[in-house]
């Protein structure tokens, strides 16, 4: 968890107590910038978070500093908790990618973020941040990318803790994965995600995600083979492609498995017959997933 801390100058951080998913805690917000600064992750919910994540950024607007907008990577929660009450309390606007507007009807976005906007932030040195759209956990979901200090913002795309829930509706595993590659391909030197602490050579971790979810999509398939001719449930599929993971944990397995589910379906190498329950099948031909992308949580 990162309480108030200097990640490095002109970039500050501040982790406040949020409803995300465990082993997680906290968001981390992040403070770019060294005269203009742009805040990102109105995350807290929480009044008495709200009121410490109000006083760290209030102490950042000194000396000649000025806040220019908020941020949200996402339209998750535990990433837009405080989205209106802070931004009101501060006099500044809220930014965020169009499809995360479209999720958060009650709550005014000042300017759209596409991919490839900069936000150029005046100061002794500097800063240009890249946008980047990187769906997949979330429609809207995205990161800021400062090329000349090596560092990416990357909201929920990676962790330092728990992992990344990639869940039906809100997710689509395949373009998470070809944003991860995305981002693996930037070689920033840190990531600044939002739950943990930095990131050294982040790139690696990016592989190591795409990876683990090609590890875990075959071991789904592997399951779906197994279940016979009449297929298997989500509940029957879950107990062998997760029967390395506590039980406790399987509802929310379910979310990961239907997610690597579809994107077998779509890639014809499962069929998916609807019911009470849905069954799941091994397409005739086998449909052979490739070694370039992925299964893991």
Known sequence: MIRPRDVQPGVAAFGARTPTLPPATHTNSYALGERDIVLVEPATPYEDEQREWLAWARGLATAGRRLVAIVATHHHI???????????????????????????????IARPLEDGDRLVLDGPSPQRWVVLHTPGHAP???????????????????????????????????????????????SASVALPAHGDPIETPSRLFDHYVAHRLLRERKVLSA???????????????????????????????LSLEAHLEKLVAEGAVIHEAGAPARYLRASGGGAISTSEGGGK
Do not use: F, K, N
Not at 239 to 244: L, M, P, S
């Open 78 to 108: 535990d990433h837009i908790g405080g989205a209106d009450v802070l931004s009101r309390e501060l006099s500044v606007p809220l930014w965020a990618h169009p499809l995360t507007a479209e999720r958060l009807p009650g709550v005014a």
């Open 140 to 186: 809207g979901h995205i990161c800021l990318h400062e090329p000349q200090l090596g560092l990416v913002v990357v909201g929920d795309m990676v962790a330092s803790v728990g992992t990344i829930l990639i869940a039906p509706g809100d997710g689509e595993m395949r373009v998470y994965l070809e944003q991860l590659r995305r981002l693996s391909a930037l």
């Open 224 to 254: 779906v083979a197994g279940s016979g001719s009449g297929g298997g449930s989500l509940e029957e599929l879950v107990a062998v492609a997760y029967d390395d993971t506590p039980r406790q944990i399987w509802p929310i397995a379910l």
